[in-house]
């Protein structure tokens, strides 16, 4: 049977709170960008994961080559309340283009919208909303394809039996809904196989690690937990360990940062599914560029990129460590 934790009872004070200090942002005099290109603007889910520190410097390399000034502003944790205000300030300056990692799929199309309305145009990259009509275009990795595929990988270590767990961020996050979606639809395929939970940790390392430890204790014959995204992955990998169950619990986890990638290599995390940030980056630059330039129907409404696997037994192959993620932002 399902289960799962239930949303903060205080999360619509703070995002009603978030909404009324972006307004009031919004009426502050504003600086005009200085003049030349339309400055492009790139807004992550949240500025210290190397996620988005790898997609900046995509963004980064490729607004260089094109010519155009690139400004990268977010907040400290990944949520609406943070960053909404961030998109509140830069609308003040009239961006040439907004790129941006939506940190829920509808708290952020009200302040989208504003940016539409205020003819800026607005590439959703990596997360999206439910209203797809105010984006030019969409770029992501093929999420339900890279839950499956870490489902398959915990189904061929368990030998296509057993019961198995997700830890996920929270509900409302297009990405990481979707990467849940693909692997309950494709253990549902193995007729010995179960999935015994399902817990959100809301994007903390620490609740990752307890939600696994917990998990552990209530099913001691678990056979894999698939980490949705890089904390989630990280928590569960140092739970099997703490448990002294390194290598009877096969854990799946999402992205290619550091510490993963340390847990990857010593076998801990035994398969990364990886994106390719950096390119989303690029492409996202890219594809800001065309519609300023009147080349906007050129520019495709989505774009999803393929996943790279990785294992255990290829992380020092060039090929796959070309990949992992990168934790300084490029000037």
Do not use: C
Not at 117 to 146: C, K, M, R, W
Not at 175 to 182: A, C, I, M, N, S
Not at 201 to 221: C, G, H, I, R, V
Not at 230 to 258: L, M, N, Q, W
Request: net charge neutral.
């Amino acid at each position: 049977m399902f289960w799962q934790k239930r949303a903060t009872r205080n999360r619509a004070t703070s995002l009603a709170r978030a909404i009324l200090a972006a307004a009031a942002i919004a009426t502050a005099p504003a600086a005009a960008w200085a003049a030349g290109p339309a400055t492009l603007a790139l807004v992550p889910g949240i500025t210290t994961d190397a996620f988005y520190i790898t997609m900046q410097r995509g963004a980064a390399a490729e607004a260089k080559k094109l010519g155009y000034p690139l400004i990268w502003q977010g907040g400290a944790s990944f949520s609406p309340e943070t960053q909404i205000p961030v998109l509140q300030a830069l609308l003040a300056k009239h961006p040439g283009a907004l790129m941006i990692a939506p940190t829920d799929t509808t708290a952020l199309i009200n302040p989208i919208r504003q940016f539409v309305q205020a003819h800026i145009p607005v590439i959703a990259v990596d997360t999206t909303i439910t209203d797809a009509s105010l984006l030019q275009s969409q770029i992501t990795s093929n999420n339900i394809q890279g839950g499956e595929a870490a489902a398959n990988a915990i189904a061929a270590f368990a030998h296509q039996t057993g019961e198995v767990a997700v830890i996920n961020v929270k509900p409302g996050i297009s990405t990481t809904d979707e990467r849940q979606k693909g692997f309950l639809a494709a253990i549902a395929k193995y007729p010995n196989m179960k999935v015994a939970a399902i817990e959100y940790d809301d994007d903390s390392p620490t609740n990752a690690f307890t939600e696994a430890q917990l998990l552990l204790l209530k099913y001691p014959k678990l056979k894999g937990i698939f980490g949705t995204n890089v904390f989630s992955a990280e928590g569960v990998g140092k739970a099997v360990v703490a448990a002294g169950k390194k290598g009877s619990v096969d854990v799946v986890g999402y992205d290619a940062e550091p510490d993963e990638v340390t847990l990857l290599k010593q076998g801990v995390i035994t398969t990364l599914i990886i994106q390719q940030p950096a390119k989303e980056g690029s492409l996202a630059v890219q594809y800001a560029v065309d519609i300023l330039s009147g080349r906007a129907s050129a520019v495709p409404k989505t774009m999803q990129l393929d996943n790279v696997v990785a294992t255990t037994a290829t992380a020092d192959d060039p090929k796959v460590a070309q990949y992992f993620y990168q934790t300084q932002t490029l000037p």
